[in-house]
């Protein structure tokens, strides 16, 4: 069963106080991993797709990584803008249309 | 340009009572899904279609059913609600089995 832990469950930052986020997954045949935001109240919004160890990407303050256990999203001089609900989420080579959640971490940005 | 569209926004229900939560979207996705999203927990898949005419259980598809009505339309029924279904359900859409997730902004359901 394809499995998928964040930590921490929630991270307070200060204004410019850089800092990752982990997603450890478990999977048997990795198409892709995902990093959606939330914010509080609406629906997830998709920021990046990896496919393969060694693949990175980025846009604005969010860079996010991925090795062959586990997925990094990098926040970098975080604005309070940035604070939200971040997801991984994992899809296995046989698993067509479903994706593996995992619980999110809470990030709040203070000024 | 609306993406996916989700009503009603909340809905308080007694045990045992009916209901369909409606979700539309207009971007062109073939796949549509319904999430359900608890604490502490991750986004869970209830049911989805990967086109129009077809439907498949996902992770938790006990309580629920589904319609996909048309290419737009993929609605979500409880037949008779309990407890347990108190969740936020969230809507999604894409354009093929491997494309990212768009979701709409969720129905918070209470079952009393």
Same mark, same amino acid.
């Given at each position: #069963?394809?499995?998928?832990?964040? /930590?921490? #469950? %929630?991270?307070?930052?200060?204004?410019? #106080?850089?800092?990752?986020?982990?997603? /450890? &997954?478990t999977v048997s045949g990795l198409r892709g991993l995902f990093w959606y935001r939330q914010d509080p109240g609406?629906?997830?919004?998709?920021?990046?797709?990896? &496919?393969? +160890?060694?693949?990175?990407?980025?846009? #604005?303050?969010?860079? +996010?990584?991925?090795?062959?256990?586990?997925?990094?999203?990098?926040?970098? +001089?975080?604005?309070?803008?940035?604070? +939200?609900? &971040?997801?991984?989420?994992?899809?296995?080579?046989?698993?067509? &249309?479903?994706?593996?959640?995992? %619980?999110?971490?809470?990030?709040?940005?203070?000024? | 340009?609306?993406?996916?569209?989700?009503?009603?926004?909340?809905?308080?229900?007694?045990? !045992?009572?009916?209901?369909?939560?409606?979700?539309?979207?207009?971007?062109? =996705?073939?796949?549509?899904?319904?999430?359900?999203?608890?604490?502490?927990?991750?986004?869970?898949?209830?049911?989805?279609?990967?086109?129009?005419?077809?439907?498949?259980?996902?992770?938790v598809p006990n309580g629920y059913n589904v319609s996909r009505l048309n290419k737009r339309e993929f609605s979500?029924?409880?037949?008779?609600?309990?407890?347990?279904?108190?969740?936020?359900?969230?809507?999604?859409?894409? @354009?093929?089995?491997? @494309?990212?997730? =768009?979701?709409?902004? !969720?129905?918070?359901?209470?079952?009393?």
């Amino acid at each position: #069963e394809d499995q998928v832990t964040q /930590s921490p #469950e %929630a991270l307070r930052l200060q204004e410019g #106080e850089s800092s990752s986020l982990n997603c /450890s &997954y478990t999977v048997s045949g990795l198409r892709g991993l995902f990093w959606y935001r939330q914010d509080p109240g609406k629906g997830p919004e998709f920021l990046f797709t990896l &496919y393969s +160890a060694g693949e990175e990407k980025e846009k #604005e303050r969010l860079k +996010a990584t991925l090795t062959k256990k586990e997925s990094f999203l990098h926040i970098t +001089a975080p604005k309070p803008e940035d604070s +939200a609900t &971040y997801l991984c989420a994992v899809q296995a080579s046989k698993s067509d &249309y479903k994706l593996s959640f995992g %619980a999110g971490t809470t990030v709040t940005v203070r000024a | 340009n609306a993406g996916v569209t989700q009503t009603p926004k909340f809905q308080v229900l007694k045990t !045992g009572q009916s209901m369909t939560l409606q979700c539309a979207q207009d971007m062109n =996705h073939n796949s549509m899904y319904w999430y359900r999203q608890d604490p502490g927990m991750g986004l869970r898949l209830i049911y989805y279609s990967a086109s129009e005419g077809t439907t498949d259980k996902g992770e938790v598809p006990n309580g629920y059913n589904v319609s996909r009505l048309n290419k737009r339309e993929f609605s979500l029924r409880l037949e008779s609600a309990a407890p347990s279904q108190t969740s936020v359900y969230f809507c999604a859409g894409a @354009s093929s089995y491997n @494309s990212p997730l =768009h979701f709409g902004n !969720g129905t918070r359901l209470t079952v009393t």
